[in-house]
């Protein structure tokens, strides 16, 4: 009986990861059209080393050359209050699902090859 109830549990998760999924799936992201929805992450994660301090101190990472499935999973997270950290929560809950995928090709294109860009 428990392991009917197991396999069951497993398969309802594992449907519901795959539906989240999905709906990702059909958005593409184009690292162009990124490039102008970006303007507000540099403030943050253009800066090496930078630290923010509200409401407690987080180490801000640089973006440029990080995976772009990465970046649209944290985005969803912030928009859904899976993380917490105020500032991105608010950042994130007015991006719709393109602008996410955007913006995460856009940093996916970034590589230490790339020239000095500021919104690295």
């Not at 398969?11 to 539906?19: G, I, N, R, T």
């Not at 709906?23 to 507000?40: E, F, H, M, N």
Request: charged share 15%; with cysteine.
């Amino acid at each position: 009986m428990k392991k009917h109830l197991i396999l069951s549990q497993i398969a309802v998760c594992a449907s519901l990861a795959f539906a989240g999924f999905s709906a990702y799936a059909d958005v593409t992201g184009s690292a162009q059209a990124g490039q102008g929805k970006v303007w507000l992450c540099t403030g943050c994660h253009s800066i090496p080393d930078y630290r923010a301090d509200y409401p407690l101190t987080y180490r801000v990472p640089m973006l440029g050359g990080q995976n772009a499935a990465y970046i649209v999973t944290a985005l969803s997270e912030y928009k859904k209050g899976e993380r917490k950290h105020p500032t991105m929560r608010s950042i994130a809950a007015s991006l719709s699902d393109q602008d996410m995928a955007d913006i995460g090709e856009y940093y996916a294109a970034q590589t230490a090859s790339s020239p000095n860009n500021p919104l690295k």
